[in-house]
């Protein structure tokens, strides 16, 4: 196992076009987390799987953006009508079992940039 | 909203010294506390947790303490080597799910 995979690693698009991200998570970890990460901070949570199941949202998380994870394996983080403050690196990152204080293992995240 | 502050935001220490970064966090209701390692351009590395049944955890050159009454906690890493030198992120659990991160400390470690 490789751990967390993340594809693309780099997307350049123009405003108001959707762009779609891909995360792997490691495979028996069975919760996955998205965050955005700006230059110079911390990452941002955006939401969280724990299986198949989306159990939180952060208010961060505009309606233009979605994610899923159809068979509790990937996940795919979408944004729709992407605007400039969209700009960002976008980490996914995995963990085992049910609670939320076991270790999360982090991507190498896709950049995104929007022209 | 909830938040963890960090600070320094940048710490230069002399190769070999000890260097030691401070978070607090405001949800009194948080039990989980890693510290993130990120070298530029590559994805956040876990180094060291502690959960809030202990006080102080330790590995090799990296120690965390924890005060759970003051609300803070601390990465210590003693002999600093210039493989060190990367942006540090504190953590911690809030709401039982997601986690809120510091804004980071870059460290240089000056040989």
């Known amino acids: 196992d490789t751990g967390v995979s993340q594809d693309p690693r780099h997307k350049i698009t123009k405003r108001g076009q959707n762009v779609t991200f891909r995360c792997d998570p490691i495979s028996e970890h069975n919760r996955l987390y998205w965050y955005r990460q700006t230059l110079g901070q911390g990452p941002e949570f955006l939401t969280y799987f724990q299986n198949e199941a989306q159990l939180e949202k952060s208010r961060l998380l505009s309606d233009r953006f979605s994610a899923e994870r159809p068979k509790g394996s990937f996940s795919t983080l979408e944004i729709q009508r992407t605007e400039q403050g969209d700009s960002a690196m976008y980490l996914c990152a995995s963990s085992a079992g049910q609670g939320g204080n076991q270790p999360q293992h982090f991507g190498d995240g896709t950049r995104l940039s929007i022209l | 909203g909830e938040n963890v502050e960090q600070h320094p935001s940048t710490l230069s220490v002399q190769e070999g010294d000890s260097a030691v970064i401070k978070c607090t966090y405001s949800?009194?209701?948080?039990?989980?506390f890693p510290w993130y390692k990120q070298e530029l351009g590559k994805r956040p590395q876990l180094i060291i947790d502690i959960r809030s049944n202990v006080g102080e955890k330790k590995d090799q050159r990296i120690a965390v303490t924890l005060n759970k009454t003051a609300k803070h906690f601390s990465l210590h890493i003693t002999e600093t080597q210039p493989e060190d030198s990367a942006v540090y992120f504190c953590?911690?659990?809030?709401?039982?799910?997601?986690?809120?991160f510091g804004a980071g400390t870059r460290l240089t470690v000056k040989p």
């Open positions: 953590a911690a659990r809030y709401n039982n799910n997601d986690m809120r």
């Open positions: 949800d009194s209701a948080s039990n989980y």
